[in-house]
């Protein structure tokens, strides 16, 4: 271990305002780190890095020395990269992490309450209240169920809350705080991860002298910037695709389907007989137009109908979340591979449409960097598909520390405090 290097004390979690904030994001093959500066529901981008770690995968398991190794390396020079932005070294004491979605389960939950006082305005006392009541009735769900939170093949703990919607009296509002009524509903959104994944990071993040004071699912930090009262998020893997309903930056619920990318390309090549990477090349061949006329059909036959079984699944999973409820058309899109681009046309034609109770016609909007609002990059160096996710803690962390998000905060905390006390 060097001598000279950073100094880190671990803290409890951080008193308003918030002005400088960590973040690190785990990606399959890369750890991402940045130093972020916090300024009225905004971020700033003070510092970035990224540094290789392999083997992040629900397949694996944590190998904790080598995700520290990368992840030091990675926050170190993010750190270091502050004096170029702003003139001096600025190291946080607090982080807040983001881990792949495929390791965790959605659990939404539902509460409700009949005013006895209706003509009362509604005051953050009642709506904290409730908050307590839905997190306690997870625990209870998760605890009861047959998906254990302990069950002994996949022990799991509850990582992170949001509230996803505010129902008063029937009508959906998106600040109850003052306002009448007799009947008030919050739908909550709680994400589960094995406590194996739990332990190694915070057991990382001690030997870095931080104190983690956030951690959740990539494909709700994707979900932060979509500002849409509801909309559809679908983010293809390489091994498969999750779908979640999204309200103003929240999920509602999620979906896994166990098709992806990989999937895609080998159903597309099967009865061809090819595999491995001479698959990538024909797919390379036929999209830059080098194949002769009778191959070229020939894979665009297999493409299609190795698209619409990727279709036919994920449609399979969202109903069975979603029943027969209407969806809304317009759908955001990312595929975190970049080796499919025919994927985002397919879910614009009339089979993806047919197979779900569409609002409309399905509209689909790519996600990159620059949709990603609030967030502006000192660095000039936080750019490409490789920061989106970093981007995206950013602008949510800096949401979560504003003004008007004491809902979300006290949620946030109340999860933390059940684990620090696990």
Same mark, same amino acid.
């Given at each position: 271990? +060097? ?5 880190? &004390? ?17 990606? &399959? ?23 290789? @770690? ?121 600040? +109850? ?54 909309? #559809? #998020? ?86 069975? @979340?979603?029943?027969?409820? +209407? ?96």
């Amino acid at each position: 271990m +060097p001598l000279l290097r950073r100094r880190r &004390k671990r803290t409890p979690m951080p008193q308003l305002p918030v002005r400088y904030h960590s973040i690190v994001t785990w990606n &399959k093959s890369h750890v991402s780190a940045a130093v972020v500066e916090l300024s009225a529901g905004s971020a700033q981008l003070m510092g970035v890095a990224t540094a290789p @770690v392999h083997g992040i995968s629900r397949t694996s398991h944590p190998d904790i020395d080598r995700w520290f190794a990368g992840c030091d390396q990675a926050l170190t020079q993010a750190e270091d990269m502050t004096i170029e932005s702003c003139g001096q070294k600025i190291v946080p004491d607090h982080v807040t992490m983001c881990l792949p979605g495929e390791v965790t389960r959605a659990l939404p939950i539902i509460v409700s309450q009949r005013r006895q006082h209706p003509e009362v305005g509604i005051d953050s006392a009642e709506l904290q209240r409730l908050v307590h009541r839905g997190y306690r009735k997870a625990q209870d769900v998760g605890v009861g169920s047959g998906a254990s939170l302990r069950s002994t093949d996949r022990a799991e703990e509850i990582v992170h809350g949001a509230v996803a919607r505010v129902v008063l009296d029937g009508q959906e509002i998106v600040d +109850p705080s003052g306002m009448r009524g007799e009947t008030i509903e919050l739908h909550l959104s709680f994400f589960l991860a094995p406590l194996e994944w739990l332990r190694a990071l915070e057991i990382v993040t001690q030997r870095l002298e931080l104190h983690l004071v956030g951690l959740l699912p990539d494909h709700v930090v994707i979900a932060s910037p979509l500002s849409d009262h509801r909309s #559809l #998020l679908m983010v293809l893997d390489a091994e498969h695709t999750i779908v979640g309903l999204g309200s103003r930056g929240r999920l509602l619920w999620t979906v896994l389907s166990e098709m992806g990318e990989r999937d895609i390309v080998h159903e597309t090549v099967r009865r061809i007989e090819i595999q491995g990477r001479n698959a990538d090349l024909l797919l390379r061949a036929y999209r830059e137009g080098r194949l002769r006329r009778e191959v070229e059909q020939v894979v665009i036959g297999e493409y299609w109908r190795a698209l619409c079984a990727w279709m036919q699944r994920t449609a399979r999973q969202i109903r069975t @979340v979603a029943g027969e409820d +209407p969806l809304p058309h317009h759908i955001y899109f990312l595929d975190a591979t970049r080796r499919l681009p025919e994927a985002q046309p397919s879910l614009e034609t009339p089979f993806w449409e047919g197979l779900l109770p569409f609002d409309a016609c399905p509209e689909t909007v790519e996600i990159d960097a620059g949709r990603i609002h609030d967030v502006m990059d000192c660095t000039t160096r936080a750019v490409g598909p490789n920061y989106i996710l970093v981007r995206a803690l950013a602008h949510h962390v800096a949401h979560l520390y504003g003004q008007d998000n004491e809902l979300e905060r006290m949620l946030n905390e109340l999860v933390r405090e059940q684990l620090d006390h696990r």
